[in-house]
DNA sequence: GACGCTGTTGATCACCTGGTCAACAGGGAT
DNA sequence: ATCCCTGTTGACCAGGTGATCAACAGCGTC
């Protein structure tokens, strides 16, 4: 006596639910903040009865901790994609537009929330070191591969690519709140980074 | 009846209550973030009851956003006393150095905090607004003297402003979570900005 | 010394959080 | 067709949040 009305309950494989619950993580976050990413609500989205997501993560705090990381996962690898060929300095150009795109607001409110659960929640803190490494790690590849081509000076790539993370992340963490999004503080970001591998003599 | 033991209820004037909720809210502020200024804990620290506390601020929302920008205007202030006198190089460098002391730690916490939280709190995201401009004035004005005093180049002196802030929040987030302390950083970012108005030649 | 203004309280509400556990039920194995 | 493994549920719990309101009680005023 199944109507289309009554709600048949799916059962699905432990590999299917748990990718479904990821999912729903993932797009809460980027809607609401990672702070919103709450067993209630992920069991919402999925249409699934809250105990079911303790069931499958047993703890929140790593279901926030996975959202994290996969969401910022995913961004790295596509700005990783997107700067891919080209020269050193393109592919520094390339990435500050992509990570100050005022598209990416929903990443950088997770990044903020991260920052701030992170001090309550160990497992996203460590998530957060792994892809804050994970991206200086990229920039510092790019910038040292500029120095080997002879197309960057001999500077320290570390400090580059620490310099230009941190950057980001604070102006973007500004536009959170302020929203000061005009283009042209992209390139205000590029001339600067650019005069620090040596680019533009003065 | 009044033994040494009994509470006595201490009726205090508007004015001094008011101002002991505001010291007490900024002291959990500091020790644990503005997520944990709450009505409850705000009324345990002052020795009162929570009603109290809704009764002098009417909203838990203002009160963190009052609290906020109380603890960020005072170091503000006390930044701004700090580096009054010398050449604006001088004074650029003791800016560096005390927005990225360790010791600062709690502060930056408490920016963190209102960040995220300011995505859900309109009084304290305008306070987040306010104090984030009061900041950048401040280094604007400084770099505005160096350029007068022809001690830097003709550079835009709002763009290394929103340079320097965005690049101490960014780094002190990532402190938050990552704790990269070594004195060198400050030195980094000094010499970065120096370049940036026109010292240190290439 | 009694009065009354006003600072203060306790009880209570509605709502949210994460987590636990016995019991239910789909659907593949037999 | 039946069994039973296991995904799934509902009913809870303890704890936290902000907010409201009638009632209480200092303490200055008269």
């Not at 069931?55 to 279901?63: A, G, I, K, P, W």
């Not at 002879?150 to 320290?156: G, K, Q, R, S």
């Not at 992340?169 to 929203?179: E, I, K, M, R, T």
């Amino acid at each position: 006596m199944e109507t289309a009305a009554s709600r048949r309950i799916e059962r699905k494989t432990r590999e299917e639910r748990a990718a479904e619950i990821l999912t729903a993580a993932r797009s809460i976050a980027l809607e609401d903040g990672l702070v919103a990413v709450t067993q209630r609500a992920v069991a919402a989205r999925v249409g699934v009865a809250p105990a079911l997501i303790t069931h499958y993560r047993s703890s929140m705090e790593h279901l926030v901790a996975d959202t994290f990381g996969a969401l910022v996962g995913a961004e790295l690898r596509q700005v990783q994609d997107a700067t891919r060929s080209g020269s050193a300095r393109q592919r520094l150009q390339g990435l500050v537009r992509a990570a100050l795109d005022p598209a990416r607001d929903d990443v950088t409110a997770v990044w903020v929330d991260a920052w701030s659960l992170g001090r309550r929640n160990p497992a996203l803190a460590a998530a957060v070191r792994e892809q804050a490494d994970a991206w200086r790690g990229h920039v510092e590849a790019i910038v040292r591969e500029g120095i080997r081509a002879a197309e960057f000076a001999d500077v320290d790539a570390a400090d580059v690519a620490w310099l230009l993370i941190g950057l980001v992340d604070g102006l973007n963490a500004q536009s959170v709140v302020h929203d000061r999004h005009d283009p042209a503080s992209a390139e205000v970001v590029i001339a600067a980074i650019e005069r620090e591998v040596g680019l533009h003599g003065t």
